[in-house]
């Protein structure tokens, strides 16, 4: 399986991006966005289940961040971005697990990771 991510960028304060990522899966899979910035831990920034009728969210990105899918292709809408965004984003793909609503955002529960794209905000 791979997960191909593309969209970031450098951007102003209040701008926006859109990220994409395009799976080679079987369209089973729930989904989040990630993001790492040096020096700090990968954190969970929006998840989507299978069939994309559940979305979730990090408290830190709610109101400004939309991630939806279609088919195998994810997205993740940023918009009213902040210099604290600034991170490498990487799109993940996992099982749909009983106790996932309750733990999109960890990283372990998540066997696919694509390589990242960068997005600065400055």
């Known amino acids: 399986w791979q997960l191909v991510e593309s969209g970031g960028g450098s951007v102003q304060p209040g701008g926006s991006l859109r990220l994409s990522c395009v799976a080679s899966?079987?369209?089973?899979?729930?989904m989040a966005w990630f993001r790492q910035a040096p020096g700090k831990e990968r954190e969970g920034v929006a998840g989507i289940s299978a069939g994309g009728g559940g979305t979730y969210y990090a408290e830190s990105v709610k109101g400004r961040f939309t991630i939806s899918r279609d088919k195998n292709t994810m997205y993740l809408q940023m918009n009213s971005l902040k210099p604290e965004d600034t991170a490498m984003y990487y799109c993940a793909a996992g099982g749909c697990w009983g106790a996932w609503t309750t733990t999109w955002y960890q990283p372990q529960g998540y066997n696919y990771w694509g390589e990242g794209t960068q997005v600065t905000v400055s």
């Open positions: 899966l079987d369209g089973r899979h729930c």
